[in-house]
């Protein structure tokens, strides 16, 4: 891991240069990020991002079988307003 | 049985389902792939049976990959999706009616009863230009494990 030390208003650039992290303030143990990178690039925190990796992780593993079963719970007639 | 070749079925192979012939016009592109799967950005969608509002979305490029994903809107009619900039951006968003709404649906093994959907990270496709993607949904407070069957 590349470790930088940068001072508060000083920034970083990743690839080419259209992606920026920059430091905006440091308030005790926060720190505040500036990011500016292309519009479609979309940017999450990093444990969020974590969390919906694990769960489609544990997604993937689902049968046909499994299906079959669910299918019968969800179409139970459970129909309630 | 004539053919007329002007659109050609592509052979697609599953683990799941084994050879299943796609109508090209049916494919969708996940630009960024799913989230964890970034290699895999083309897939179909495959209904679970005629009477089940379950979904697989399969990948064209792993035979073995494939999410079960539903209709949020019909356990959560209140389901509100909120689209970044950049997601909208991605996927080329013109008209918002054009959005199509999938959400995962996790079935741990032997405990269907058990299953949940992940109302935090919808798959979102857009119909006009069929690209997708599994967006993150940053600032709200959707369950990651909705549970879908009544305790």
């Known amino acids: 891991m590349l470790i930088l030390t940068r001072k508060i208003g000083e920034a970083i650039t990743i690839g080419d240069g259209s992606i920026k992290v920059s430091v905006v303030e440091v ?3 926060q720190v505040r990020l500036g990011i500016t990178a292309p519009a479609d690039t979309p940017i ?7 969390k919906i990796k694990e769960s489609n992780e544990m997604a993937v593993s689902a049968s046909a079988a499994d299906l079959d079963k669910v299918t019968g719970l969800l179409g139970g007639g459970s129909d309630h307003d | 049985m004539t053919d007329t070749g002007s659109t050609s079925l592509i052979k697609v192979e599953t683990t799941r389902f084994g050879q299943v012939e796609v109508d090209p016009g049916q494919v969708v592109t996940l630009p960024q792939g799913m989230v964890g799967f ?4 083309k897939y179909i969608f495959i209904q679970h049976r005629d009477d089940s509002p379950l979904h697989w979305l399969q990948s064209l490029e792993r035979p073995d990959l494939a999410f079960v994903v539903v209709n949020p809107l019909i356990f959560d009619q209140q389901y509100q999706l909120s689209l970044g900039s950049a997601e909208s951006k991605l996927l080329q968003v013109e008209d918002p009616n054009q959005v199509q709404v999938w959400v995962v ?3 741990p ?9 992940n109302l935090r ?6 119909l ?3 690209l997708g993607a599994q967006v993150i949904m940053e600032n709200s407070e959707m369950p990651l494990r909705k549970p879908l069957v009544n305790q």
Do not use: D, S, W, Y
């Open chain 1, 27 to 29: 308030k005790g143990r």
């Open chain 1, 44 to 50: 999450h925190r990093e444990e969020i991002f974590r």
């Open chain 2, 38 to 41: 970034p290699l895999q950005t």
């Open chain 2, 105 to 107: 649906v996790t079935i």
């Open chain 2, 109 to 117: 093994p032997g405990h269907p009863e058990k299953m949940t959907a």
């Open chain 2, 121 to 126: 990270a919808p798959v979102v496709i857009n």
């Open chain 2, 128 to 130: 006009a230009t069929r």
